[in-house]
């Protein structure tokens, strides 16, 4: 049987922050509320486009890995702040790694699709179709947002994470897996004047909304992984007292803390980086497990769950028995170009960009 292992991590967060107090220069909020009813203290504003975060990400996994773009078959990005339709923006990727090799995918299930891209990815080792893969989840959502609406400016973020994944016949990597989507409500996600319904509207690309149903989405995350979870405990026949670590997608710290509840996972069992980075979308699972890697809190042989949630709305869980190394082979020297801006000063010329826009 064909496994397919993770041997490889990287992040990259770009470096302007956007801090509680930041946002409340330019919104009706503060720190107080933030922190109590999310637990984000601050998010990152990338001055770059999402695949140059991919790229770096993807540079430290390959070299985490200690292989070379060559190496790779196939790269995945998940992502729903794409540069562009055509070309897609994995082949963005491999054109930056020089990975002349490698089939080239994106995917979009919004908040999810770095781990729905772990799922295709693991799959296509495990047929034979590709021996390795790099799979990203990377998201620049800051120049779609709405920066004057409150409700949602203030919980999302920019970053990218990368995974290498290479066929192993030990059995490592996803071990089981559950992905669904509760279509039916998936108009309380919606970003609307992104994409050629839009167009076709006259509406104009910069003049993005978020409709947005905060509370309902809650409910649904909590109910949608906490089912996935059951799911994978049960096609492995594990109890939940034998996972050793939940690396949740953090979108609210609230949510997580009534997954862990149903779970009966105590504090120590669950990994949190929410406060640093606010919800990243497609990056946040990917990169709390890469956090969750270098912090030490992955031990060789452990099993990890892996839940999620998203637009759609979409739902996963993963479980995953890692592999023999939780130690890098090497590092890149690659890193994004210096950023002469705060992450106010980026959103302020994010917002009088989008005023151009609209006009
Ligand atoms: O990853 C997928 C996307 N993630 C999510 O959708 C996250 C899911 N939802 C949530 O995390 C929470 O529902 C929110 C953080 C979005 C909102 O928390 P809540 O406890 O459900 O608050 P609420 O929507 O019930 O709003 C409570 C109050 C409202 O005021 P009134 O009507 O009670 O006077 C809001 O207008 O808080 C107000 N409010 C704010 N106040 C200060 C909403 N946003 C803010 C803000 N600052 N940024």
Known sequence: MRYADITGWGKCTPPATLTNADLSTFLDTDDEWIVSRTGMKERRISH??????AHVACERALAAAGKVAADVDLIIFGSCSFDQMVPNSASRVQQLLGADNAACMDLNTA?????????????????????????????????????????V???????????????SDQKSGVVAESLGCFGKNRDILDVTGWGLKYANQGQVLGATKWNFNGPEIFKRAVVGMSRACDNVLEKED???EEIDLVVPHQANLRIIDALAKRMGASEEKVFINIQRYGNMSAATAPLALVEAIEEGRVAPGAKLLLPAFGGGLTWSAHLITWGARIKPLGTSAVDLPPCDKTGLELVQDIIAAKKTAEV
């Open 153 to 167: 400016a203030v919980l999302f973020g920019d970053g990218a994470a990368a995974f290498y994944l290479e066929a």
């Open 48 to 53: 770059v486009p999402v695949s140059d975060l």
């Open 111 to 151: 908040c999810t699709s770095g781990r729905y891209a772990l799922s295709v990815a693991t799959a296509m080792i495990k047929t034979g179709s590709a021996n390795s893969a790099l799979v990203i989840g990377a998201e620049a959502t800051s120049v779609l947002m709405d920066w004057t609406d409150r409700d």
């Open 238 to 240: 594990l109890g939940k």
